[in-house]
């Protein structure tokens, strides 16, 4: 069974700064599907960024992008000039390709963004 | 705009009575999953579906099951709620096939509160 795992239970930075969310995840699959989903206290779940293990090219969203770093199964989320509407919980999620969409995301236990003024 | 539709945001019942969570999309998606989601724990798969009248269980379904008579409609079914099971319910749809790399569609939760 594949596991997510968020070591930072919060961060803080200040407004326009940068601020790195760090992410790992075991799994014996060479494809696989990792994600990034933004939580803010609307509690709708808003996907922020996504990467496929076979592309080396890492994801870019605007403001958002991601280390990808395969051989060390390390997904890290770069957010750049924060912007208060950045604070929220974020969670970083696993989906197994082969699953065919059936499967389940695998989840992080969350970290929860906070942007100071 | 795409959605998936939870009935009820906030929902209080009694310990013992049986409690219906109802979800609906409107995409055509084959897969649904319902996640509960508490504190320090993130989300963990409660059940999912790949299509109609078909489910497998997730990592946690003891205390829990679904049903799925038509495609849009997935429903989470607490056969008698307990203090335990007070959490966040959310639902979840997704595309069938191996060429999708979507992620899924959230609703916007159901905040159950057992006493």
């Known amino acids: 069974a594949q596991t997510v795992t968020q070591s930072q239970p919060e961060m803080s930075v200040q407004e326009a700064e940068t601020v790195t969310l760090s992410c790992t995840y075991d799994?014996?699959?060479?494809?696989?599907?990792l994600f990034w989903y933004k939580q803010p206290p609307s509690r709708q779940m808003i996907l922020v960024i996504r990467?496929?293990?076979?592309?080396?090219q890492n994801a870019t969203e605007n403001r958002f992008s991601v280390n990808f770093q395969k051989a060390a199964k390390s997904f890290s989320l770069k957010i750049s000039d924060s912007q208060l509407g950045d604070a929220a919980m974020y969670f970083c999620?696993?989906?197994?390709?082969?699953?065919?969409?059936?499967?389940?995301?695998?989840f992080g236990k969350g970290t929860h963004l906070i942007i100071q003024p | 705009d795409v959605k998936v539709t939870q009935s009820s945001r906030y929902l209080v019942k009694r310990t013992g009575e049986k409690v219906f969570l109802e979800c609906v999309q409107d995409?055509?998606?084959?897969?649904m999953f319902w996640y509960r989601q508490d504190p320090g724990l993130g989300l963990r798969l409660i059940y999912f579906?790949?299509?109609?009248?078909?489910?497998e269980k997730g990592d946690i379904p003891e205390g829990y099951s679904v049903s799925r008579e038509k495609k849009e409609r997935f429903s989470l079914i607490l056969e008698s709620a307990s203090t335990n099971q007070t959490s966040m319910y959310l639902c979840a749809s997704s595309l069938d096939g191996i060429v999708s790399n979507y992620g899924y569609t959230f609703g916007s939760g159901t905040r159950l509160t057992v006493v």
């Open positions: 995409m055509d998606h084959e897969n």
């Open positions: 990467q496929e293990a076979y592309k080396q």
């Open positions: 579906s790949y299509d109609v009248k078909m489910k």
């Open positions: 799994t014996s699959e060479s494809d696989y599907y």
């Open positions: 999620a696993y989906r197994s390709r082969s699953g065919g969409g059936a499967d389940g995301l695998t």
